[in-house]
C-alpha cells in the first residue's frame, strides 16, 4: 500500500513539474480596435539588452473597455499630436492587470529619443507619480519581462530602467519608480 501512496505523489510531482506558466493575459492592437500604423518603422534585432519602464501620465483604467479607451486614446495623441507613425510603446499595462499590445518588439519605438534603439519599451496606463499601479498590474509586467526573455524579445541578463533614466521626465512616477528598484535586473546604468 506505501508504494502506491509513493508513486501518487511522484506522478502529481511530475505533473506539475511539466506544467506549462500559465500565459499572460494579452490583448491584442485587433482587440483594441487600434489604427494601423500611418508609415514605416525601423527596425531593431531582438533579443534587445534593455527594458525600460515608463507611465502614460494620463487617465488610469481598471476594465477591458476603460484600459482599450486609453490605448485609443494615447494612440491618436501620440499618432495626431506627436507625429509618430504609431503608438510608442511595444507593451501597455493596464490596472486590469491585462497587457496590451503596442507596436512590435522588432519595431524601435517612439518613447526615448536616441534611447529607443536597443530598448523594450513598456508602459503602465495611468500616472504613478504618488500611487503604485494595481497588484495585477504590476504582476502582469513582471511576469511580461519574464516571458519576453523567453521569447528573445530580452537577453537574458537584460538591464531594467525607469523611463527618466533615458529621457528628460518623471515618468514612470515616483512611486512606481522606487517599486522598480527591487525587481530583478534593476540597474542604474543604462
Same mark, same amino acid.
Given at each position: 500500500?506505501?508504494?502506491i501512496?509513493?508513486?501518487?505523489?511522484?506522478?502529481?510531482?511530475?505533473a506539475v513539474?511539466?506544467e506549462?506558466?500559465?500565459?499572460?493575459p494579452m490583448?491584442?492592437?485587433a482587440?483594441?480596435?487600434?489604427?494601423?500604423a500611418?508609415?514605416p518603422?525601423?527596425?531593431?534585432d531582438?533579443?534587445?539588452?534593455?527594458?525600460v519602464i515608463?507611465?502614460?501620465?494620463?487617465?488610469g483604467c481598471?476594465?477591458?473597455?476603460?484600459?482599450?479607451?486609453?490605448?485609443?486614446?494615447?494612440?491618436?495623441l501620440?499618432?495626431?499630436?506627436?507625429?509618430?507613425?504609431d503608438?510608442?510603446?511595444h507593451y501597455?499595462?493596464?490596472?486590469n @492587470?491585462?497587457v496590451y499590445?503596442?507596436?512590435?518588439p522588432?519595431q524601435? @519605438?517612439?518613447?526615448? @529619443?536616441?534611447?529607443?534603439?536597443g530598448?523594450?519599451?513598456?508602459a503602465f496606463?495611468?500616472?504613478?507619480?504618488?500611487?503604485?499601479?494595481?497588484q495585477?498590474?504590476l504582476e502582469?509586467?513582471k511576469?511580461?519581462?519574464?516571458?519576453a526573455?523567453?521569447q528573445?524579445q530580452?537577453v537574458?541578463?537584460?538591464?531594467?530602467? @525607469?523611463?527618466r533614466?533615458v529621457?528628460?521626465?518623471?515618468s514612470?512616477?515616483?512611486?512606481?519608480?522606487?517599486?522598480?528598484?527591487q525587481?530583478?535586473?534593476?540597474?542604474?546604468?543604462?
Open positions: 500500500m506505501t508504494w501512496a509513493l508513486l501518487i505523489v511522484y506522478l502529481a510531482a511530475v513539474e511539466g506549462a506558466p500559465i500565459p499572460i490583448v491584442t492592437r482587440e483594441w480596435n487600434a489604427r494601423p500611418s508609415g518603422m525601423d527596425s531593431m531582438t533579443p534587445l539588452p534593455r527594458a515608463a507611465h502614460t501620465a494620463g487617465g481598471t476594465d477591458d473597455v476603460g484600459c482599450s479607451q486609453q490605448m485609443r486614446n494615447l494612440q491618436n501620440q499618432m495626431s499630436r506627436q507625429k509618430f507613425s503608438i510608442g510603446y501597455l499595462i493596464g490596472g @492587470g491585462k499590445e503596442g507596436r512590435s522588432n524601435r @519605438g517612439a518613447f526615448a @529619443g536616441p534611447n529607443n534603439e530598448s523594450l519599451g513598456i496606463i495611468g500616472n504613478f507619480e504618488e500611487q503604485a499601479p494595481s495585477e498590474a502582469a509586467a511576469k511580461l519581462l519574464e516571458q526573455v523567453q528573445a530580452l537574458e541578463n537584460y538591464k531594467l530602467v @525607469g523611463h533614466q529621457s528628460a521626465t518623471r514612470p512616477g515616483e512611486a512606481l519608480y522606487t517599486l522598480l528598484q525587481w530583478p535586473n534593476w540597474s542604474e546604468q543604462i
